[in-house]
């Protein structure tokens, strides 16, 4: 089955403790991309992966570290959470279309996170 | 720079119609509709490309103005299981790979 794999899906921690969110997806898609969602603000690009090795920044990337070693995996790490990073996390992955991301994204079920 | 989406929130009786619109300031290259249950993760809906091209559902459609930047998404004959928060998403037309979404439009549709 196609899908975008999460883990963990809920989180509590504490400021200052590192933490990793990891994404893995089945698709062998190119594109990768987490995203942050909180109330009345929508979901905000945090970094995207156009290929191994190659990610940028999105709208919202202070506090977050992103790599691509593997093709399948686009981990999400947390240096020193803080509480403003209490959030829901969607990781997403889709195929490039003519060169640019003119595809559906699949999205993950998404990982809740609060830092105290 | 985020698209603007309007309405902010409808309410609709099952069998209306509902059109949600989205715009951006930048050009564009494709412009991406999901809609999203609470709690759970955002579902692809509608994709326009830059020239016209369109894939969909049924009785959801869409239309992208390539002149304006507007596209717009069209619910025919609405049903209970439409109910959810319907995002925008954009790709701007300069090569970028960013992909950045409205802020949402509530659906919710009463018996």
């Known amino acids: 089955e196609a899908q975008v794999t999460q883990n963990p899906r809920y989180l509590i921690t504490v400021t200052g403790k590192k933490l990793t969110v990891t994404c893995s997806q089945n698709?062998?898609?190119?594109?990768m991309s987490w995203y942050r969602q909180d109330p009345g603000l929508g979901l905000r690009q945090i970094y995207y992966?156009?290929?191994?090795?190659?990610?940028d920044k999105g709208d919202v990337p202070e506090g977050y570290k992103v790599s691509r070693k593997e093709k399948r995996n686009f981990p999400l790490i947390l240096e020193s959470p803080s509480p403003n990073q209490t959030s829901l996390y969607f990781c997403?992955?889709?195929?490039?279309?003519?060169?640019?991301?003119?595809?559906?994204?699949?999205f993950g079920p998404g990982t809740r996170l609060l830092v105290l | 720079q985020q698209p603007v989406q309007s309405p902010q929130a409808v309410i609709l009786r099952e069998g209306e119609d509902a059109v949600i619109n989205c715009s951006s300031s930048?050009?564009?290259?494709?412009v991406h509709w999901y809609r999203q249950k609470h709690g759970e993760a955002p579902v692809f809906l509608m994709i326009?490309?830059?020239?016209?091209e369109q894939k969909g559902h049924e009785k959801i459609s869409a239309s992208f103005n390539e002149k304006k930047q507007q596209s717009s998404l069209y619910l025919t004959a609405s049903q209970l299981s439409y109910s959810g928060t319907y995002f925008c998403?954009?790709?701007?037309?300069?090569?970028?790979?960013?992909?950045?979404f409205g802020p949402g439009t509530r659906l919710s549709v009463l018996p």
């Open positions: 997403a992955s889709s195929l490039f279309f003519r060169g640019v991301l003119g595809e559906t994204q699949y």
């Open positions: 992966s156009m290929n191994v090795e190659v990610t």
């Open positions: 326009l490309l830059k020239g016209g």
């Open positions: 930048k050009a564009l290259y494709s």
């Open positions: 698709m062998n898609h190119e594109y």
């Open positions: 998403g954009t790709v701007p037309d300069n090569y970028g790979q960013n992909f950045v």
